[in-house]
C-alpha cells in the first residue's frame, strides 16, 4: 500500500490528500466498482449452525466471470469459507483475524482484517460492512484476490 502512495507521489509530486489515499486503498483491499481486477466477488452468503456446532455455509460467488455456489463446513463461518474455497481449489490458510467497529449504533460498521497464506503468498485482506461475518468474508475474499493480482 504504501508502495503505491508512494509511487503516486513521485509520479505526480506534492501531497497526496486523504481522498485519493482512501481512493488508493479502496483500489487495493475493498470491492468497489471501479475495482475489476477482482477475481472472485461474493454475492450472498447465509450461514446456518447444524446441531454438532459446526458452522454450514453456502456462498454465492462468481470466479473468473462464472457464477458458482460454494458449500463449507468448519468451526465458524471463516472456517467455513476458507473450506468452500479449497473445494474449488483455492488453498487459504489464516493466519490472523481481528476485527472492530468503525462507528456506533444502528448504522455501525464493522472492519475485519485478515492475514492470510494463499497459494504460497502471505497478505492481508480487509472487509467492511454492517454484518461482521460479512465483513470477515470480504477480508478472506480481498486477500486472495490481492493474490490473484
Excluded at 489515499?21 to 475495482?35: A, C, G, H, K
Excluded at 482484517?113 to 470477515?136: P, R
Amino acid at each position: 500500500f504504501s508502495r503505491i502512495i508512494q509511487a503516486k507521489t513521485d509520479a505526480e509530486g506534492g501531497e497526496v490528500t486523504p481522498g485519493q489515499i482512501w481512493s488508493v486503498f479502496q483500489d487495493e483491499y475493498l470491492p468497489t466498482s471501479r475495482n475489476t481486477r477482482r477475481r472472485l466477488v461474493l454475492r450472498s452468503a447465509p450461514a446456518s449452525i447444524s446441531t454438532d456446532g459446526t458452522d454450514a455455509l453456502t456462498v454465492a460467488a462468481v470466479v473468473d466471470g462464472e457464477r458458482v455456489i460454494l458449500t463449507g463446513k468448519g468451526n465458524g463461518p471463516i472456517s467455513a469459507f476458507v473450506d468452500a474455497l479449497a473445494g474449488i481449489g483455492i488453498g487459504v490458510r489464516v493466519l490472523d483475524y481481528s476485527e472492530h467497529a468503525m462507528t456506533e449504533g444502528a448504522r455501525a460498521q464493522a472492519a475485519s482484517y485478515v492475514e492470510c497464506a494463499v497459494e504460497g503468498q502471505v497478505l492481508w485482506g480487509i472487509g467492511i460492512d454492517a454484518s461482521a461475518t460479512w465483513a470477515s468474508l470480504e477480508a478472506v475474499t480481498s486477500a486472495v484476490n490481492r493474490a490473484w493480482k
